[in-house]
């Protein structure tokens, strides 16, 4: 009689060394790479080396503020603020400012989204030398230019300097525009040349924080749970540290985020 055992699985085997290899790897590596991450940087068509605080498009939120996201689409450049979308024409990280000009009004002066250019201060201000123009639509008097709107009865609209509502006309939109430009408000044709060339916004960032980040060697990123500038270290877990210790075991450990994003 020929006797013979079963083949045995190697699941339970495999498993085995799958559990000692685990316990055998330092829990260092076990953590999301936050500093190799936000060491990319953001680069798109002619927008080139952009990093903190802004992150997207091969950039994590953890890399920037998350109301900072830079958009790609073709080649093309864009940011959402307070619900408006902008072209971003050009970037200037030496003197922290923003060339955008609205989506919107690439177009044309008759193209409008009807909302307000309004800046979220705690991020953003209006580069120097800008003031405020008010376009008007839908008005019932005699029109500066000429755009057919849905929903509007009158197709008469002008412009003028200043931030005003809409008075007898169905809508007015405020805009930035450069005060050396005010001399040009009675040419809607120059006007509308000169908000399609945008204009300058100046970002703010937690600047001295950051600085101290880079010269430990760290890279800065964005603690959501504090809502500030943190900083992401070679070869170490993001414990939402402000500078990087000269080694690991100088580090005083927090407590490690649930998930990756816990500090981002």
């Not at 083949?7 to 339970?12: D, I, R, Y």
């Not at 405020?132 to 609209?157: D, H, M, R």
């Amino acid at each position: 009689m020929n006797s013979w055992l079963p083949l045995q699985s190697p699941f339970p085997v495999l498993l085995f060394f799958m559990l000692l290899v685990l316990v055998e790897v330092p829990g260092s590596f076990c953590f999301y790479d936050w500093y190799s991450t936000c060491n990319n940087r953001f680069s798109c068509g002619e927008i080139t080396n952009v990093g903190y605080p802004f992150w997207g498009d091969g950039r994590p939120d953890g890399c920037g503020n998350p109301d900072l996201k830079l958009n790609c689409d073709r080649n093309i450049t864009t940011i959402g603020i307070k619900g408006v979308l902008y072209r971003v024409l050009a970037v200037n990280t030496g003197n922290k400012i923003l060339k955008i000009a609205r989506q919107d009004y690439l177009n044309g002066i008759c193209s409008p989204d009807l909302v307000d250019t309004t800046l979220d201060p705690q991020f953003f201000d209006y580069g120097l030398g800008y003031g405020n123009i008010t376009l008007f639509y839908g008005c019932p008097v005699e029109a500066q230019f000429s755009c057919s709107i849905n929903g509007f009865t009158n197709k008469g609209g002008f412009i003028q300097v200043g931030a005003q509502g809409p008075g007898l006309c169905s809508a007015s939109v405020v805009l930035p525009f450069p005060l050396a430009n005010y001399k040009d408000i009675a040419n809607w044709l120059l006007v509308e040349g000169v908000i399609k060339s945008g204009f300058d916004v100046q970002w703010k960032e937690d600047t001295a924080a950051c600085n101290a980040c880079i010269a430990s060697k760290g890279v800065c990123g964005y603690d959501l749970s504090t809502n500030q500038t943190t900083c992401f270290c070679p070869n170490q877990p993001p414990y939402g540290s402000k500078t990087c210790p000269s080694s690991p075991a100088a580090r005083t450990p927090q407590a490690s985020p649930s998930k990756p994003g816990a500090y981002l």
